[in-house]
């Protein structure tokens, strides 16, 4: 195999998918517990618990039409990340700042040529998956 032609794709876990939304729901229940226990006026809790909702609303339903438009990642030997949309056409992407790649879990950062920037968990085993082996390989020689 040609070191241009060496990639590694990857599929979203769905269940990761549920972990990470179920987490946000959940930490804005914290912040807005955090936020009703401060000892400020009750106006400006209010106030203060309406913008927090908002704007994690608002993050939450990014992160969710991320998980839409992504339905696969790739990634070549040189760097370059390609991202499989929901009409299963490879559009290519870069990868942000950010991301974090461990032995069997991966938080990625990408941004669509349309400059949609959205998150993914991905993990693997590189015992079991060659894809998960070539990905950690292309990342450690790309210096991610």
Request: charge should be positive; include cysteine.
């Amino acid at each position: 195999m040609s070191s241009n032609t060496y990639s590694a794709c990857l599929t979203p876990d769905p269940w990761l998918r549920i972990v990470v939304l179920t987490s946000g729901r959940l930490l804005i229940a914290a912040g807005l517990v955090v936020i009703l226990t401060l000892a400020v006026d009750a106006s400006l809790r209010a106030a203060a618990c309406l913008v927090w909702f908002c704007i994690a609303w608002f993050e939450l339903r990014r992160l969710q039409q991320g998980f839409k438009s992504c339905a696969g990642i790739r990634i070549d030997s040189n760097g370059d990340i390609w991202i499989l949309n929901s009409d299963q056409e490879w559009l290519p992407g870069t990868l942000q700042s950010g991301s974090v790649l461990l032995r069997r879990l991966g938080w990625l950062r990408l941004q669509s040529h349309a400059g949609q920037t959205f998150l993914e968990l991905v993990r693997g085993n590189a015992r079991q998956s060659q894809d998960w082996r070539r990905f950690q390989v292309i990342w450690r020689h790309i210096g991610a």
